[in-house]
């Protein structure tokens, strides 16, 4: 190795380089490759998936749309869904400002709390839900998905806006305060503009975990179908070729409300604090 030149280390570093492209380009449509899949045989002309490819059809996707129940469904997940990313956004909001702001015993606990949900398996947390529901009486509702997807969704917003929070400085809000300002006013002033990108990512990501979670909806909606679960009773009886049609509804849905997540994510991150709370 002490014998190469400069010319072989450029080298060596641009096949390195290209090696690596290259697995992540095979790690990428291994991962990919399913839904390609699903897309690709929503504009079949066949009504099984077959190959070779039976003709660009767009009759699949007339169908979903003259079906009742689908469009229902779709009604359903965007009521759901819309609920989840307010209610999720702001109690990660009021959660993470907590965590941030104040010094009590039992915060570990309390974020732990908060982070436990989505890392329970989602049949075991539905069998939950759905027994402490029926308990109170809201199983079968669609209050009952939001509240289910609002417990999950909820740790995924206080971990964006608490990032957020963390590039605000510890001057800021008492700045505010020393000129006047009542705690409250602070909080609306300073603290809210400055997590304006992440709140926005928040909403936009709560709603893409509600759009497209199924397993929960399908314990405790009881007739309230969301289109997830659509496809779940579908595929419990015949296969059906409106199966990928909506698949791929929902999978371009939630692609466009996570890419949206993400721009927002990224939004004025190398403006300093002071800047934006004088906004």
């Known amino acids: 190795m002490s014998g190469m030149t400069g010319i072989d280390h450029a ?10 492209y290259a697995w992540l380009a095979l790690l ?39 079906d009742e129940m689908v469009r229902d469904a779709f009604v359903n997940t965007l009521v759901v869904a819309l609920g989840t990313a307010v209610l999720s956004t702001v109690l990660g909001f009021a959660a993470a400002y907590l965590d941030h702001r104040y010094r009590y015993r039992g915060k570990s ?49 206080m971990a964006i806006i608490r990032l957020r929070l963390g590039e605000l400085g510890p001057d800021m809000e008492q700045a505010a305060w020393n000129m006047g300002a009542s705690p409250a006013t602070g909080l609306v002033r300073v603290v809210i503009p400055f997590c304006r990108s992440s709140l926005i990512a928040s ?35 015949q296969v059906s070729p409106k199966i990928n049609a909506i698949g791929t509804v929902v999978l371009a849905v939630s692609v466009a409300l996570v890419l949206l997540a993400q721009r927002f994510m990224g939004v004025r991150a190398g403006r300093p604090a002071a800047r934006i709370a004088t906004e």
């Open 11 to 20: 080298r060596a570093r641009k096949i390195s380089r290209a090696a690596q």
């Open 28 to 66: 990428f449509a291994f991962i990919a490759a399913p839904m390609l899949v699903i897309v690709v045989f929503s504009f079949d002309a066949n009504r099984y998936p077959t190959i070779p490819w039976g003709g660009f059809s767009l009759q699949w996707q007339r169908a979903i749309l003259d």
């Open 109 to 157: 606990a309390f974020a732990m709390l908060v982070a436990i949900p989505p890392a329970v398996p989602a049949t075991i947390l539905g069998m939950a839900m759905l027994a402490f529901l029926s308990r109170i009486g809201l199983f079968g509702r669609l209050e009952a998905i939001v509240a289910c997807h609002v417990a999950i969704a909820t740790s995924f917003s």
């Open 203 to 237: 909403f936009f990501l709560a709603a893409a975990v509600s759009f497209d979670e199924f397993m929960i909806a399908w314990f405790v909606g009881g007739v309230h179908e969301t289109l997830p679960v659509r496809i779940l009773n579908l595929l419990q009886g």
